[in-house]
């Protein structure tokens, strides 16, 4: 089977930064999309940022000039690069990836998600 680990989550202070990871192991054929999503207290999980394999991204509004999403392809890794986080950044930090799975056709696979990793922004 395939699953996403993340790491780096963490209690910080408004202005600071943190690193998420997102590791994904199994067997593995390729990865698509993978992204970076959150989900605050009572609220909807949202979409912060994606990235496709050839490394186009993109970034929610909330994020962008803030956040940065890189993938390493050889890893099966995701990062997040968060700075200049505000309290309204806390959350509960999940990565999610498009991944096709087998070491030969017919491959099978779809959307696999971690079981996230909580991030605290005080001010």
């Known amino acids: 089977q395939v699953q996403l680990v993340e790491s780096g989550g963490g209690s910080v202070q408004a202005g600071e930064s943190l690193r998420l990871s997102c590791a994904a192991s199994g067997r593995i054929f390729r990865i698509y999309v993978m992204a970076w999503y959150r989900q605050a207290p009572g609220k909807q999980r949202e979409l912060v940022a994606s990235i496709s394999s050839d490394g186009s991204s993109n970034y929610s509004d909330s994020v962008k000039g803030r956040f940065t999403i890189t993938r390493d392809n050889a890893e099966n890794t995701l990062y997040l690069q968060m700075t200049s986080l505000r309290p309204d950044d806390t959350a509960v930090y999940y990565c999610?990836?498009?991944?096709?799975?087998?070491?030969?056709?017919?491959?099978?696979?779809?959307?696999?998600w971690g079981r996230g990793t909580q991030v605290t922004v005080s001010s």
């Open positions: 999610s990836a498009d991944i096709r799975v087998g070491i030969m056709p017919p491959y099978t696979g779809g959307e696999y």
